[in-house]
């Protein structure tokens, strides 16, 4: 992605003595806008044992709501948000804009992002779920409520069932990654995936709707549960020193929703 400025664009359980692992199904939605994609379902790339369940779920983080970045002079008229049943998956990315920015002119820098994305791309709404700053800030990106499963226009082909967190500035080799900014977004991703009970370390399978992406609709691919965009698009985003921090934020985030550390092999 450019700065121009950027783009990236229980369930019900049915339990048989105990002895069947969970299957989980969701009911596909048709999205009808400018891009539009076909919701499909998404699966634990390793089904769940069959032990007495736990949920694990993190605090919500604070975040401030797009009123902090977002007049009446800028936003534009857009269709209502459409939702999906859970998040699964949380796809990471970067802004591909200046690291040099004062932590006070983050909501002109989202601003900034909001007007190419809607003004220049013709889009409804900023792609992101949700924007980090270098302080460790969170935003509130895409409209439809922080605690609801917003269908995002973040990482094509795979907006369905997943968040968007993007990271303001630019982290390619060598950039260095501010703790404040990996620790919100660990926070983040702890608490959206909590209503599904996701573990953060785990990977999930998620199919695409989208042939533009690195695989062709319709086809089936496992991702880490926090993935990078190139994960799942053909891009350098989220950059690479971003990308070496997942390992990080994924341990941090299962932490934070109180499971067990990994045992070292």
């Known amino acids: 992605m450019k700065w121009s400025p950027a783009w990236t664009r229980h369930r019900r359980t049915a339990r048989l003595s105990g002895v069947l692992p969970a299957l989980t199904a969701v009911v596909a939605l048709l999205l009808f806008a400018r891009g539009s994609e076909r919701a499909v379902t998404a699966q634990p790339a390793h089904p769940a044992p069959s032990t007495a369940h736990v949920a694990h779920r993190a605090p919500r983080p604070a975040i401030l709501p797009r009123s902090a970045w977002l007049d009446g002079a800028t936003q534009r008229r857009q269709p209502p948000p459409r939702y999906d049943d859970r998040v699964v998956a949380v796809f990471i990315h ?152 997942l390992p990080t934020i994924r341990a941090k985030a299962a932490r934070l929703q109180g499971r067990t550390p990994a045992r070292s092999r």
Request: aromatic share 8%; glycine share 12%; charged share 20%.
């Open 94 to 245: 970067h802004t591909d804009s200046p690291n040099d920015y004062d932590c006070a002119d983050s909501p002109r820098v989202i601003r900034a992002l909001y007007s190419g994305q809607t003004g220049g791309r013709h889009w409804d709404d900023i792609g992101y779920n949700f924007l980090v700053d270098r302080c460790g800030t969170i935003y509130e990106g895409r409209a439809g409520g922080m605690d609801r499963a917003v269908t995002g226009a973040h990482t094509q082909g795979f907006n369905h069932r997943s968040a968007g967190i993007a990271a303001l500035g630019t982290f390619t080799a060598g950039a260095s990654v501010p703790r404040a900014m990996t620790d919100a977004i660990a926070a983040l991703a702890a608490w959206k995936l909590g209503p599904s009970d996701t573990d953060p370390r785990a990977r999930v399978r998620l199919t695409s709707t989208s042939g533009l992406s690195r695989y062709r609709s319709g086809t089936t691919a496992t991702f880490p549960t926090v993935a990078g965009h190139d994960d799942a698009y053909r891009t350098t985003c989220p950059g690479a020193a971003l990308t070496a921090t």
